[in-house]
């Protein structure tokens, strides 16, 4: 039983309207995963924030046409789609999916968009082997507490560094009274 048109315009705006939420989109070739699979997948990617979604190529293109942040994804819609739309922590929901890979054995990465621009395999693992949003955190609140540590111990040299400093400038000077 086909879909009606109200029902692919209702599946479009949904599309549309994760799209317009979404930092990352990938698309996989699920070509030969079962419905209990797909539903592993889905369960993976929970947790980084990404949904699964299975839906027609055409029914994506029309989704993407009048929007050029998701433009690209054009090239990649063909066989049996599955798009992964990652909502928050990319790198997660990256890993998720090669481990998901590696499990099953049964997907093709084509490819994926992010800010407008199409990412081939190889950039889409590179963005994996990024840090995690928290690993991130976690770099930077060390990074600060070291800077921190930096500062403080700067603060308390500054006084003898000052001392230092006018002492010279008014040795300096007399040298320069003595022989003016």
Same mark, same amino acid.
Request: aromatic fraction near 2%; include cysteine.
């Given at each position: 039983?086909?879909?009606?048109?109200?029902?692919?315009?209702?599946?479009?705006?949904?599309?549309?309207?994760?799209?317009?939420?979404?930092?990352?989109?990938?698309?996989?070739? @699920? +070509?030969?995963?079962?419905? %209990?699979?797909?539903?592993?997948?889905? $369960?993976?990617?929970?947790?980084? &924030?990404?949904?699964? /979604?299975?839906?027609?190529?055409?029914?994506?293109?029309?989704?993407?046409?009048?929007?050029e942040k998701w433009q690209p994804l054009s090239e990649l819609l063909k066989g049996s789609s599955a798009f992964l739309l990652v909502q928050e922590d990319f790198s997660a929901a990256?890993?998720? @999916? +090669?481990?998901?890979?590696? %499990?099953?054995?049964?997907?093709?990465? $084509?490819?994926?968009?992010?800010? &407008?621009?199409?990412? /081939?395999?190889?950039?889409?693992?590179?963005?994996?082997?990024?840090?995690?949003?928290?690993?991130?955190?976690?770099?930077?609140?060390?990074?600060?507490?070291?800077?921190?540590?930096?500062?403080?111990?700067?603060?308390?040299?500054?006084?003898?560094?000052?001392?230092?400093?006018?002492?010279?400038y008014a040795d300096k000077e007399k040298g320069e009274e003595v022989n003016g």
């Open positions: 039983m086909g879909r009606t048109i109200e029902d692919k315009q209702e599946i479009v705006a949904e599309l549309k309207d994760s799209l317009s939420k979404s930092q990352l989109a990938l698309v996989i070739d @699920y +070509q030969g995963l079962t419905v %209990a699979e797909i539903t592993d997948l889905r $369960r993976r990617l929970r947790p980084a &924030g990404a949904t699964c /979604k299975v839906t027609k190529n055409t029914l994506m293109g029309i989704a993407i046409q009048d929007d990256i890993k998720a @999916y +090669q481990e998901f890979q590696k %499990a099953t054995k049964k997907t093709e990465l $084509r490819g994926g968009v992010m800010e &407008g621009r199409l990412l /081939k395999e190889p950039d889409v693992k590179a963005l994996g082997d990024l840090p995690s949003k928290e690993q991130l955190m976690a770099q930077i609140a060390g990074a600060i507490n070291a800077l921190a540590t930096k500062v403080a111990v700067g603060i308390n040299e500054v006084p003898s560094s000052l001392a230092r400093a006018l002492q010279a």
